[in-house]
């Protein structure tokens, strides 16, 4: 099977899940479509795909899971018989059960898991991971879509097996408990707002709502006058510790 068209469908609120993704769609080398569903400001449009296509799933990993807010809005597209790659992008520590819930949740909407990828990527907090994915890392994402394309030529076959996770799922899923802050600086322009993933910016641009921020931190790289910022003794005390818990080089996991 050579599928005629890839489609990668993504949550990534830092941008490293997508570009990831991407890398593994680029291997397999066929014509690609980007579905971001990140921001809640643009509604999900529900769609079906055939067997003869290839759909990557990308998504971080939020405390050892696919972050809640995320997994309807990529339980919104269903497949007929059709092939997918599950991946998650983590922060230098473990992907725990993320891969294994994005391939229950493909396999429950008509998909079928042939590959799965955990790529590490800087992490949110902190300085974790800087820098990543570097080229090489996204050489070997590329490198895995190769591979998972070669497989194909033999036919659709369930990987779920190989996949790594447990069930039931671990805690998690919910991000963190830090919130940004918005500097004098901010000119109402409304990128943020409309970047945001959870809904979390009121209509000031300015206020954080805590209940529904999930401190994806999205809304400082956005934002064009920097007047996002971490303003919190606490994270920093935080990142610390966190910091040097997460030191340790991890490479990326690939299953086929």
Request: with cysteine; hydrophobic share 40%; proline share 7%.
């Amino acid at each position: 099977m050579n599928p005629v068209k890839t489609t990668v469908i993504v949550f990534s609120a830092t941008g490293t899940s997508r570009k990831s993704a991407m890398a593994i769609a680029k291997g397999i080398g066929c014509p690609v479509e980007v579905i971001d569903v990140t921001a809640l400001a643009d509604a999900v449009q529900p769609k079906t795909f055939g067997p003869d296509e290839l759909v990557i799933f990308g998504a971080p990993c939020y405390g050892g899971r696919i972050p809640k807010i995320a997994m309807p809005r990529l339980a919104a597209f269903k497949g007929e018989g059709t092939p997918c790659i599950v991946t998650t992008a983590y922060g230098n520590r473990d992907f725990d059960d993320a891969l294994v819930e994005l391939c229950d949740m493909a396999k429950d909407n008509g998909f079928v898991p042939v590959g799965a990828a955990a790529m590490v990527a800087q992490h949110t907090f902190g300085t974790i991971a800087v820098g990543r994915p570097t080229a090489e890392d996204l050489a070997e994402d590329e490198a895995f879509g190769r591979k998972v394309l070669e497989s194909l030529k033999n036919g659709i076959v369930d990987k779920t097996e190989v996949i790594p996770g447990n069930r039931p799922y671990k805690d998690g899923g919910n991000g963190g408990k830090f919130r940004p802050s918005t500097m004098d600086s901010c000119v109402n322009c409304g990128a943020c707002r409309k970047a945001c993933p959870a809904g979390a910016i009121g209509e000031d641009n300015q206020t954080i709502d805590n209940d529904k921020c999930i401190s994806c931190f999205r809304c400082i790289p956005v934002c064009p006058m920097k007047a996002k910022a971490i303003q919190n003794p606490a994270y920093d005390e935080f990142c610390v510790g966190f910091n040097e818990r997460l030191a340790a080089r991890q490479e990326s996991k690939f299953f086929i």
